[in-house]
């Protein structure tokens, strides 16, 4: 996937984790967390649990990336101490 896709698909994951979780980050950390989730949710899909991955930007790729990015959001949150990654 292009660097261009990367980002549109991080910047839409990372603003609906931040939206599910309700956490506050800037543009710029939503897009990174976004980005970062991607990874993480295209790992995991095609490594671990053998389905899909993060190919291009479509339905299938926003939701992996969104999922991971859900899990980077919280991981993040526990980091800073937040009430058990949720605020």
Do not use: C, H, P
């Amino acid at each position: 996937m292009g660097f261009i896709s990367w980002i549109v698909v991080g910047a839409i994951a990372g603003f609906l984790a931040n939206q599910i979780m309700g956490s506050r980050e800037g543009l710029l950390m939503m897009i990174v967390l976004g980005i970062v989730g991607g990874l993480v949710g295209g790992f995991v899909a095609a490594s671990v649990l053998k389905m899909g991955s993060v190919d291009g930007i479509n339905l299938e790729s926003i939701v992996i990336a969104t999922l991971g990015a859900i899990a980077v959001v919280y991981v993040v949150n526990l980091a800073r101490g937040g009430r058990r990654g949720f605020r």
